[in-house]
T-cell receptor, first 110, second 116 residues
Framework: SQTIHQWPATLVQPVGSPLSLECTVE??????LYWYRQAAGRGLQLLFY??????ISSEVPQNLSASRPQDRQFILSSKKLLLSDSGFYLC?????????FGNGTRLTVT | AQSVTQLGSHVSVSEGALVLLRCNYS??????LFWYVQYPNQGLQLLLK??????LVKGINGFEAEFKKSETSFHLTKPSAHMSDAAEYFC??????????????FGRGTQLTVWP
């Protein structure tokens, strides 16, 4: 069966520090991969999605970037965090089936 | 472009009462529609999906939703609420075609509270 792993579960980082969140999927090949951000009262915002290695589409211009170095690995990064980057970040995979989500990372930028 | 509007950010019902969570969508193509549930500090779990088959879709935990093209709606219902149903619910629309899911666009969510 397919599983998705996302870490860390919680993270507190100072403003201006770098960020790296990692997501890996097991049990499937060539999945579509997604990063969403959930801010209070704003639902889920699609940040990036990828249909293959090295292929990244950005939905919202911002302080973040994404990379897909391997088929089942998706990384969300920032060189310098802003206060507004705080939120709950969710990784998901899909393809010809509904999205399956990881358990999320709660990021607090202080 | 695809978008979803969930009417009511908070809904409160008594245990045993009908649950109705509203969702209206906008799509430039025949939509794929989904309902997800989220418990605190967890990811989202799929409740049910509509992918152009039967308009009345049954999901897990006794939930169901009806696709109404004329009303561009996909409301979620459950005949009798249970305390364990308290969570946040998200409606979503996909721009996928054929066997490809595509991108999923979510509403802002509805927080369901169930009173004993």
């Amino acid at each position: 069966s397919q599983t998705i792993h996302q870490w860390p579960a919680t993270l507190v980082q100072p403003v201006g520090s770098p960020l790296s969140l990692e997501c890996t999927v097991e049990g499937t090949s060539n999945p579509n991969l997604y990063w969403y951000r959930q801010a209070a009262g704003r639902g889920l915002q699609l940040l990036f999605y990828s249909v293959g290695i090295g292929q990244i589409s950005s939905e919202v211009p911002q302080n973040l970037s994404a990379s897909r170095p391997q088929d089942r690995q998706f990384i969300l990064s920032s060189k310098k965090l802003l206060l507004s980057d705080s939120g709950f970040y969710l990784c998901a995979w899909g393809g010809n089936s509904p999205l399956h989500f990881g358990n999320g990372t709660r990021l607090t930028v202080t | 472009a695809q978008s979803v509007t969930q009417l009511g950010s908070h809904v409160s019902v008594s245990e045993g009462a009908l649950v109705l969570l509203r969702c209206n969508y906008s799509s430039s193509v025949p939509p794929y529609l989904f309902w997800y549930v989220q418990y605190p500090n967890q990811g989202l779990q799929l409740l049910l999906k509509y992918t152009s088959a039967a308009t009345l879709v049954k999901g897990i935990n006794g939930f169901e939703a009806e696709f109404k093209k004329s009303e561009t709606s996909f409301h979620l219902t459950k005949p009798s609420a249970h305390m364990s149903d308290a969570a946040e619910y998200f409606c979503a629309v996909s721009d996928g075609r054929g066997s490809t899911l595509g991108r999923l666009y979510f509403g802002r969510g509805t927080q369901l509270t169930v009173w004993p």
